[in-house]
């Protein structure tokens, strides 16, 4: 049983990887024996989150990209097959958080600054994948979405719509290519603690409000999605598609 979850078969590719969720699914994923290609837009903390996953033993590669420039993605993509010549799953998690702007105050240029980064940088990651996935007939591709998908989320309503909008973008993809062996399916964290969250998620005023409505009793760290990012990428998932798993502490619940 435990070979299901083994991945020193697979090569994955993991976008925003080199801080927060992103990261600690691109450690799980080397931690069980994945190659791994580290996409992101630091080149500074791509090498040092590659430094951190080479100690596990994995092999690993830093990919420069803004997966707002569509040229970009399609040159990653190319470069990271020439190095690992396939690509088994994509974690599209490169993202822009939410703002704080009313929604009659946000102006057309950060409206459309988030669908490109959340919307358009996921199109066109998971659209070079397929082109590689459908012919090999088999692969997992998986987004990372957000419980602010399922709620009345104010001052960032463009936040969560790009994060329901990609629930539908991987349904209907589940649907379009379940016949090639290809699964995807997003996951929806609840709040978590990382470099782009934790002064606010931190700070007394949100911690008063939000912690007691965590049936789990704390907010998230990246080591949460550990878990899931490995079951996903392996054969254990290999009938899993069109799912948004939801990893919150229980917060929907309340």
């Known amino acids: 049983m435990s070979d299901l979850f083994n991945l020193s078969e697979k090569t994955s590719i993991v976008t925003g990887a080199n801080s927060g969720i992103g990261r600690g ?5 080397a931690e069980a024996g994945a190659q791994v290609a580290v996409w992101g837009r630091n080149d500074k903390r791509n090498a040092e989150t590659v430094a951190s996953l080479q100690t596990s033993g994995a092999e690993a590669v830093a990919v420069g990209v803004d997966v707002t420039d569509e040229s970009a993605v399609i040159e990653a993509f190319a470069a990271t097959i020439d190095t690992f010549g396939k690509v088994d799953s994509v974690f599209a998690n490169a993202g822009l958080g939410a703002g704080s702007a009313r929604f009659h105050e946000m102006s057309t240029e950060s409206w459309r600054r988030m669908f490109g ?3 358009e940088g996921v ?6 994948a397929l082109k590689h996935m459908q012919p ?25 719509a790009t994060k329901a909008g990609v629930r539908a973008l991987i349904r209907g993809i589940a649907a379009e290519y379940g016949r090639y062996g290809i699964r995807a399916n997003a996951i929806a964290p609840g709040w978590v603690v990382t470099g782009m969250t934790s002064e606010f998620i931190e700070g007394d005023a949100f911690k008063g409000k939000m912690l007691p409505r965590i049936p789990m009793g704390r907010f998230g760290q990246p080591d949460d999605f550990a878990g899931i990012a490995v079951y996903l990428a392996s054969d254990a998932s290999s009938w899993h598609t069109g799912d948004t798993i939801t990893i ?3 917060y929907l619940l309340t």
């Open 25 to 29: 699914i691109a450690q799980a994923l």
């Open 136 to 160: 090999r007939g088999e692969g997992s591709l998986v987004v990372t979405s957000s419980i602010t998908a399922d709620l009345g989320f104010t001052r960032g309503e463009d936040y969560a």
């Open 248 to 250: 919150d502490g229980g």
């Open 123 to 128: 199109f066109w990651t998971f659209r070079e």
């Open 117 to 119: 980064v959340n919307m």
